[in-house]
C-alpha cells in the first residue's frame, strides 16, 4: 500500500512506520469504506493502538483509554495533541499531524503502552 503514494506522503508514512513496526508492533491495512481510503494499523499484543490516515491529511491516531487520560497526558507532558473520540464506539484517540508530530505520536504510544524506548 504504501508503494503506490505519492513520494510526499511515502517518505512520511514510511518514516513512522519503520518506527512502529521496530517497537513490535503489528502492521495490517483495512479499508475505510466511509473516507474511501486505505488505512495503516498498528497493534500491540492484538490490542488496535495506532492508525495511520492519509487521504486529507496524514496523520496518526493514538489511542488512548480514557479522556481523562487524554487531558492529564496532555498537561503532565510537553505532548500537544487533539483529541477525537468515535461516536460509534466511544475510542478516543489522540491525533498528530504527520511529519510534525510524529515524535510526539511516538513518545505517546510509549507512554500508553508502558514502555519507556522513547524515540
Not at 6 to 18: D, G, P
Amino acid at each position: 500500500m504504501v508503494n503506490s503514494l505519492v513520494e510526499h506522503k511515502k517518505t512520511i508514512i514510511s518514516s513512522i512506520r519503520s518506527k512502529l513496526l521496530a517497537k513490535g508492533l503489528e502492521e495490517e491495512v483495512e479499508y475505510d469504506s466511509i473516507n474511501i481510503e486505505p488505512v495503516l494499523i498498528y497493534s500491540f499484543s492484538k490490542n488496535r493502538r495506532v492508525f495511520v490516515k492519509h487521504k486529507w491529511e496524514t496523520v496518526a491516531l493514538v489511542r488512548l483509554n480514557s479522556t481523562e487520560e487524554a487531558k492529564g497526558t496532555s498537561s503532565e507532558t510537553d505532548i500537544h495533541f487533539d483529541i477525537e473520540e468515535n461516536d460509534q464506539d466511544g475510542t478516543i484517540w489522540a491525533r498528530f499531524l504527520l511529519p510534525e508530530g510524529e515524535g510526539a505520536a511516538l513518545n505517546l504510544l510509549s507512554r500508553t503502552i508502558g514502555g519507556s524506548n522513547q524515540i
